[in-house]
């Protein structure tokens, strides 16, 4: 009987994907995709650390895990991605019952990690930090969905912000090719998918490693060449290296979407010293003002992070300002939180909790009362929504427009993976109502 698989992911759009190459690899080595995890022979957890939250959350569904497989012997467990890269061995022993332990990048050996584990009493590890551009060129990726997809343009990163556990998960920078990137994108044209997230830890770092030496932009530029592709979009952008030739490509190619993430974590210069940022709150606002002066209008989300070592008052009133200033359209926000090997650990955690969670929550209210006025401002417009559908309401659609944001609308089932217009009608402060028209 053809065994069956089953993935369960944590973290961010780079996890998503990397659980998509999973699945492509073990399909391709002869297992089948279960419908859930009751379902299926082997689990894999595709795990996150970068904070210690979601290595908690990792750690409970694994305690769930170990009574399943008390009752089925049978049963593989699997723990990948950043997580294990990162517990490593000590996950090992806090876990015993795991038989696949692996690192981010590795879905081109899962089938193979599977067997080794089914032939052993032992766990299948490999924890090897590649630094081989090998792995990026992966092409048995089983997309999740059928008109979206997410493209590796570069893995890890060279940037060493003291908060950030992803150099120690995924290694330095690596890049892809142009000529691999655009062959892919061109062949999920070909196949009918109509919008590209580039994905990469700082994706503006990006430098093609072929003698074409293209640059970000340049990619953006030649991507928007692609007749059929209907949208582009990329995550994430760092503040430093947001030139105006990336902002220019944006703007002189409407396939690339009206919206720029672009992480700030703190409004006071002096804890983005502290946080190694490479730029004062004067420069980030400096390119804020650039894209608002563009001739098309951009979303520009972020992510901010409260309570870092010494962020006082006064430095959090600052991110206050920030945000009245920025007026994001939409905002991530986390409370800091140590990780293991990062240089921000021999600067203490001197937030107390309830101080973090008091700036949280105070960050969050006045964001959405932005959120709520920006909304507001929407309606009446009509606008284009690549329908994502909803598969827990029979008829409510919902999709997103080019700024990103969420429109809920009622239509028909056959409108998935297409673009509808709707008028936009309703709001709140987190998404909109629209009429189809
Ligand atoms: N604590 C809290 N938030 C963090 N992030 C990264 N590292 C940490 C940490 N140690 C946040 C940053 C980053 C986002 C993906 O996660 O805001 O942009």
């Not at 290694?171 to 999920?188: K, M, P």
């Not at 409510?396 to 990103?404: D, E, F, Q, V």
Request: glycine share 8%; net charge positive.
């Amino acid at each position: 009987m053809t065994r069956k698989f089953f993935i369960e992911t944590f973290g961010c759009q780079m996890n998503e994907l990397d659980s998509e190459k999973i699945a492509g690899n073990l399909q391709h080595c002869g297992l089948e995709a279960a419908g859930d995890a009751a379902g299926a022979d082997v689990i894999i957890l595709n795990t996150c650390s970068v904070r210690e939250k979601a290595v908690q959350k990792a750690y409970a569904r694994l305690g769930e895990l170990k009574r399943s497989k008390a009752v089925r012997q049978d049963l593989l467990v699997g723990v990948v991605g950043c997580m294990a890269q990162l517990e490593g061995e000590r996950l090992l022993k806090r876990a015993p019952f795991v038989n696949i332990l692996a690192g981010p990048q590795k879905g081109h050996l899962m089938g193979t990690l599977v067997e080794r584990a089914q032939a052993s009493p032992f766990p299948a590890v490999n924890l090897r930090m590649d630094e081989d551009p090998e792995p990026l060129e992966n092409t048995q990726v089983l997309r999740a969905s059928r008109w979206r997809a997410g493209i590796t343009i570069s893995e890890g990163c060279d940037q060493r912000c003291s908060f950030c556990v992803v150099p120690f998960t995924r290694g330095r920078q690596r890049d892809r090719e142009s000529a691999h990137i655009l062959r892919e994108v061109e062949e999920l044209v070909a196949q009918g998918f109509l919008e590209v997230v580039l994905l990469g830890q700082m994706v503006n770092a990006y430098r093609d490693p072929s003698p074409a030496g293209m640059s970000f932009a340049a990619l953006l530029r030649r991507l928007a060449q692609i007749g059929g592709l209907q949208r582009i979009r990329f995550a994430s952008p760092h503040p430093v290296g947001f030139t105006g030739d990336l902002l220019d490509a944006m703007v002189s190619h409407p396939q690339i979407c009206n919206h720029v993430h672009l992480p700030v974590q703190s409004g006071s210069t002096r804890v983005l010293r502290a946080m190694g940022r490479d730029y004062t709150r004067e420069t980030y606002l400096d390119i804020v003002a650039k894209i608002r002066r563009a001739p098309r209008p951009m979303a520009i989300s972020t992510d901010i992070i409260v309570g870092f070592p010494g962020e006082t008052d006064a430095d959090f009133r600052d991110t206050l300002g920030l945000l009245d200033e920025v007026q994001y359209d939409s905002v991530f926000s986390f409370k800091y939180s140590p990780r293991p090997n990062t240089p921000a650990l021999a600067l203490g955690d001197d937030v107390p909790e309830e101080e973090k969670g008091r700036r949280l929550t105070f960050l969050q209210e006045r964001q959405k009362l932005i959120q709520y006025n920006k909304n507001a401002a929407m309606q009446g417009q009509v606008l284009e929504v690549l329908v994502d559908g909803r598969p827990r309401s029979r008829f409510a659609l919902s999709g997103r427009l080019t700024n990103n944001r969420v429109v809920h609308f009622f239509g028909p089932d056959d409108l998935k993976g297409r673009i509808a217009k709707v008028e936009i009608t309703g709001f709140t402060a987190n998404s909109l109502k629209g009429v189809r028209i």
